[in-house]
């Protein structure tokens, strides 16, 4: 279980870890999202801190009020989850400019005379076995011949080139035709790995003090079906499930 102090260490374990791999500007904006949500967590813990220390509320008491007030503070993690879907979409643009072969643009016939080139390459490999058409993909890649590129991946009983191969060497393609979008597109993937993993420890410590799954999925913009990072909060049915609640705070 996540508490609320242990969020709080991890927010400051991460702003103080040194990122010598991350450009300037991507250190800045994971500095400036993280900072607003720690200060977030923070203020919870004041709140948090009170309600325990209140000698005249019963343990069910505590337990039902942490749980509105976890509530309440949820809305305050809206504008981070916000943002992480800004660093997905901008991932999603540079996927589509980096790794996709782009068609030539041009009349109806230029298109025509586009498939049937890519027909004629199709027929050149044809019989080949898989490990050589992987070889010829790769070669294809690295000299630049979009047009080969395009017949293995287009092909109408799907592409010609083993998945694992097609990843490798379109990603090497990227590095070498756009090497700045490309560093660009790495550095926004180590920021959004960092971003997932303080919104699923958010998500973690919010089930825990009682506010619904859905609730805390559907207010962070989270995937359900992903697995929480930190594993799902334990379900107590114990009676004593109150006085476990407010002891593991305290």
Known sequence: MLRTPNVRMILSGELSRSKLSMATFILNRRNELLHGVLGN??????????????????????????????????DTFKGFASKIQDVEDNLR?????LFVVERPKGTEIVQLRQLHREQEIR?????????????????????????????????PWGPMVNEDI?????DARAKRVFPKDY?????????????NMVRDSLATWL??????????????????TIPL??????????PAAASKFVAARS
């Open 93 to 97: 643009q540079l996927r589509n400019r």
């Open 123 to 155: 027929a050149h490999y044809e019989g080949l076995t898989q490990s050589k058409l992987d070889v010829a993909f790769l070669n294809a890649s690295e000299q630049d011949r979009d047009e080969t590129l395009l017949a293995f991946l287009d092909a």
């Open 183 to 195: 560093e660009i597109f790495k550095q926004n993937e180590g920021l959004l790995e960092i971003l």
């Open 166 to 170: 097609k990843g490798r060497a379109l």
């Open 41 to 74: 967590v923070e203020k919870f813990e004041a709140i948090e801190n009170k309600i325990l220390a209140d000698r005249f509320m019963s343990d069910e008491g505590k337990r039902v009020k942490l749980t509105e007030e976890a509530t309440k503070a949820l």
């Open 207 to 224: 089930r825990g003090l009682g506010v619904k799954p859905e609730v805390v999925d559907g207010a962070l913009l989270r995937d359900a």
């Open 229 to 238: 990072m930190a594993g799902e909060p334990p379900k107590d049915d114990d």
